[in-house]
């Protein structure tokens, strides 16, 4: 996935592999205390002293709070991007399924990561950070759309894109719903942003999508 946040935060991205070891690092330390701890508790000086490292280290990557977070949210939007062109088996033959499926494991893999739930559906999420997540969902759209086209016959529906992208939107609400009330997606919810998910792409994509005969797998 191409890098969505490169001007979205001031950080600076290291060259040598020293510096990309604690660039990588500081990230990952950063990610355990926001599962520790909401946003705003978090300081470059809790990071500094977590990773146990000076904090002018951590102000020589990032001048700011806002910074790491940016580079933390692009770093999981990589990890959903992989996740979403992951191997299915078997494949799936309907098109609901594989929307239940893809969703599914960005479920799993967002309840594994706290921090990523923070940083996406928590009340002090940063504009930057937002616009990252935006970004990164309109990139999954396109990978989707992708998808959809790879393994199903799609004549004449031009829009899948937007479509995909719009309920990707809707599946993002209803988790943000289950994020404030349970402090994760829950099975519930999943099912729920499922069903509203199919429910809008009924309105423009046939309840049967014939197999690609194409298709690789």
């Known amino acids: 996935m191409k890098s969505t946040a490169a001007h979205l935060s001031n950080a600076r991205r290291p060259q040598r592999t020293r510096g990309k070891e604690r660039f990588s690092h500081l990230l990952d330390v950063t990610e355990q205390l926001l599962a520790e701890h909401a946003d705003t508790e978090v300081t470059l000086a809790s990071i500094a002293e977590r990773a146990g490292v000076p904090l002018p280290s951590v102000y020589h990557f990032f001048p700011n709070r806002n910074a790491i977070y940016v580079e933390l949210a692009r770093r999981f939007h990589q990890d959903l991007a992989a996740i979403s062109r992951s191997r299915i088996a078997p494949p799936p033959d309907r098109w609901q399924t594989l ?53 199903y016959v799609c004549t004449g529906l031009d829009q899948l894109e937007d479509w995909l992208a719009v309920s990707i939107g809707v599946m ?26 199919v429910s809008y792409l009924r309105n423009y994509l046939p309840e049967v999508l014939l197999p690609n005969p194409d298709a690789t797998d």
Do not use: C
Request: aromatic share 8%; glycine share 8%.
């Open 99 to 151: 929307l239940l499926t893809r969703q599914s494991r960005g479920r799993d893999y967002l309840n594994a990561h706290p921090a990523a739930l923070r940083l996406f559906m928590g009340a002090g999420v940063s504009a930057e950070v937002r616009t990252l997540d935006l970004r990164g969902n309109s990139s999954l759209a396109k990978s989707r759309a992708e998808e959809f086209r790879t393994r």
């Open 172 to 197: 993002d609400g209803v988790w943000t719903i289950s994020y404030a009330e349970h402090g994760r997606i829950t099975d519930h919810y999943l099912q729920e942003a499922w069903r509203a998910s």
